[in-house]
């Protein structure tokens, strides 16, 4: 039977390396977790972990005994088909002879599966070519039908005397298309080139706010936070961090964002009079940053 050590005599911790993971279905990953020794002699620590066998998510810990300042790994199977949401993990240290536990959480966030969506799409969009093509062409159509269209087919291949003057009327509206929206394209890059929002103006420090929200896969509210952001901007319309990374062309922003875990989210957004918006919006995660010159 172990000696009981008093928790004024002994004291550890458990942490997580990273508290916040979005992952792909048909990954595992390993998370590194910290048994820190606090107080006393070095004992062996019970690492315990919860895991969501519900949902087809699992968590292992190896090794599920360290001594207290080691280190053990959580990994996570997502397997494929697994649901995009939300899932709490949280571990859990013990040793025997003390009341003493310390316990972190990771949530992994589960994006969706763009293969699935793609091949989903492709499917629906097939379906609407083959109903179309249905509509068209009804098997029941009455012979005095079809003969109609054969002769409206062959009244179609007869050339006509107004023929050549419509096609001359269409390829002269889409060359007149064309150059309209050349001259509108310049007309907007002048117009920016001499506004307040212009590349040669934006260059600075700016200051605002970054949301972050996690979706619940429960359902109801999402948790949120928000805090300080501060972005670089150069001349060139270049987005420099620390936070937020990418490229500003005109009126709009394309880059991304990096999480305090090393994690990236994909950002779309706008610029307008010295403010830059940019968004991440998915079924788990949804990251808005909005900063001001």
Same mark, same amino acid.
């Given at each position: 039977?172990?000696?009981?050590?008093?928790?004024?005599?002994?004291?550890?911790?458990?942490?997580?390396?990273?508290?916040?993971?979005?992952?792909?279905?048909?990954?595992?990953?390993?998370?590194?977790?910290?048994?820190?020794?606090?107080?006393?002699?070095?004992?062996?620590?019970?690492?315990?972990?919860?895991?969501?066998?519900?949902?087809?998510?699992?968590?292992?810990?190896?090794?599920?005994?360290?001594?207290?300042?080691?280190?053990?790994?959580?990994?996570?199977?997502?397997?494929?088909?697994?649901?995009?949401?939300?899932?709490?993990?949280?571990?859990?240290?013990?040793?025997?002879?003390?009341?003493? /536990? +310390? %316990?972190? #959480?990771?949530?992994?966030?589960?994006?969706? $599966?763009?293969?699935?969506?793609?091949?989903?799409?492709?499917? =629906?969009?097939?379906?609407?070519?083959?109903?179309?093509?249905?509509?068209?062409?009804?098997?029941?159509?009455?012979?005095?039908?079809?003969?109609?269209?054969?002769?409206?087919?062959?009244?179609?291949?007869?050339?006509?005397?107004?023929?050549?003057?419509?096609?001359?009327?269409?390829?002269?509206?889409?060359?007149?298309?064309?150059?309209?929206?050349?001259?509108?394209?310049?007309?907007?890059?002048?117009?920016?080139?001499?506004?307040?929002?212009?590349?040669?103006?934006?260059?600075?420090?700016?200051?605002?706010?970054?949301?972050?929200?996690?979706?619940?896969?429960?359902?109801?509210?999402?948790?949120?936070? /928000? +805090? %300080?952001? #501060?972005?670089?901007?150069?001349?060139?319309? $270049?987005?420099?961090?620390?936070?937020?990374?990418?490229?500003? =062309?005109?009126?709009?922003?394309?880059?991304?964002?990096?999480?305090?875990?090393?994690?990236?989210?994909?950002?779309?957004?706008?610029?307008?009079?010295?403010?830059?918006?940019?968004?991440?919006?998915?079924?788990?995660?949804?990251?808005?940053?909005?900063?001001?010159?």
């Amino acid at each position: 039977m172990a000696t009981f050590v008093a928790q004024s005599d002994f004291d550890f911790s458990v942490r997580m390396s990273t508290h916040t993971l979005a992952v792909k279905p048909g990954q595992t990953i390993p998370i590194t977790v910290l048994v820190e020794a606090v107080k006393g002699e070095p004992r062996p620590i019970l690492l315990t972990a919860s895991d969501w066998r519900s949902a087809g998510l699992s968590a292992e810990i190896v090794p599920s005994t360290v001594p207290s300042g080691g280190v053990a790994t959580l990994h996570v199977t997502v397997p494929l088909g697994t649901p995009p949401g939300s899932y709490l993990f949280t571990v859990r240290g013990a040793t025997e002879g003390t009341f003493k /536990t +310390s %316990n972190d #959480s990771l949530t992994v966030v589960v994006e969706p $599966d763009k293969e699935e969506k793609d091949n989903q799409d492709r499917k =629906d969009a097939n379906q609407d070519q083959r109903g179309a093509e249905t509509r068209e062409e009804p098997s029941g159509s009455p012979p005095s039908a079809r003969a109609k269209r054969g002769v409206l087919a062959r009244s179609a291949k007869t050339p006509s005397a107004r023929q050549p003057a419509g096609s001359q009327r269409v390829g002269l509206i889409m060359i007149m298309a064309v150059m309209f929206g050349v001259l509108a394209y310049y007309i907007g890059t002048q117009l920016r080139s001499g506004s307040g929002g212009s590349i040669s103006g934006m260059s600075g420090t700016y200051v605002g706010t970054s949301t972050f929200c996690i979706n619940s896969v429960m359902g109801g509210s999402p948790e949120c936070g /928000t +805090s %300080n952001a #501060s972005i670089q901007i150069d001349s060139s319309g $270049d987005v420099l961090g620390p936070v937020l990374f990418g490229k500003i =062309d005109g009126s709009t922003f394309a880059g991304q964002a990096n999480a305090g875990d090393g994690t990236t989210f994909p950002m779309t957004g706008t610029y307008s009079n010295g403010t830059l918006t940019a968004r991440h919006t998915s079924s788990s995660v949804n990251w808005t940053i909005t900063v001001h010159k």
